[in-house]
């Protein structure tokens, strides 16, 4: 069985400051473990993934995040937040990298940014 | 890129009718698609995983007669609310699985928001 969990359904931050969006897994293999996000009534693009070959994944739009298998977490994060990053960030694990199986998802954080 | 499209975007019906709502990957086969719903403010939860030319496999819990998947080719996938009422509205989102490219990645589709009366 694989969960996640995402600390803070919303996170508010003012613009050019760090963007920092939590992530927690449970898997009982090694995960597969996306960040996608998605604006309102769109479907979900995919941010970045980590699929074991290296613990800092470099994503679209600046955003980078980092496996640590100790802490079995998996967060998010933007040096500096462009006001176009307001939109829901969703993290997910799968126990494929490439999408043999369904994701399971996280709730979900509402990410906000502040003039 | 790979896109994947659903059709309609939205739909509004009246209860106990059928709605059915297409996932086509448009410039890729996809042997495998994947059917999530989204409740308001809610994360997306796996419903069915549609494999072309077999029966799909559903999630526990979700009502394999009311919700009916066809994947009858390797681009489009459709999935039929039987008998809608309004507790399926929701949005249904799609995905496709590009098995076509180096690294194997499932792309959504845009969704489809779902109202039934």
């Known amino acids: 069985a694989q969960s996640v969990t995402q600390l803070g359904s919303h996170v508010s931050v003012s613009e050019g400051a760090l963007v920092l969006l939590r992530c927690n897994y449970s898997s009982s293999v090694p995960p597969y473990l996306f960040w996608y996000v998605q604006y309102p009534n769109q479907g979900l693009q995919l941010l970045l993934k980590y699929t074991s070959a290296a613990t800092l994944v470099k994503g679209i739009n600046g955003f980078e995040a980092e496996f640590k298998k100790s802490e079995t977490s998996f967060h998010l994060t933007k040096p500096s937040a462009h006001m176009s990053d307001a939109a829901e960030y969703f993290c997910?694990?799968?126990?494929?990298?490439?999408?043999?199986?369904?994701?399971?998802f996280g709730k979900g954080t509402h990410l906000i940014i502040q003039p | 890129g790979a896109v994947v499209s659903q059709h309609p975007s939205r739909v509004i019906c009246k209860s106990g009718t059928s709605v059915k709502i297409e996932c086509r990957s448009l410039?890729?086969?996809?042997?495998?698609m994947f059917w999530y719903r989204q409740f308001p403010k809610q994360s997306l939860m796996l419903m069915a995983t549609?494999?072309?030319?077999?029966?799909?496999?559903?999630e526990q819990g979700v009502e394999k007669d009311k919700f009916l998947i066809n994947h009858a080719s390797l681009t489009l996938s459709t999935l039929t609310v039987t008998s809608a009422h309004p507790e399926d509205s929701s949005f249904y989102i799609c995905?496709?699985?590009?098995?076509?490219?180096?690294?194997?990645?499932?792309?959504f589709g845009p969704g489809t928001r779902l109202l039934v009366l």
């Open positions: 995905s496709a699985r590009d098995v076509g490219r180096i690294q194997e990645t499932q792309y």
């Open positions: 549609s494999n072309e030319g077999s029966k799909a496999t559903y």
């Open positions: 997910a694990v799968s126990y494929s990298g490439g999408g043999a199986d369904g994701l399971t």
């Open positions: 410039d890729f086969q996809a042997t495998t």
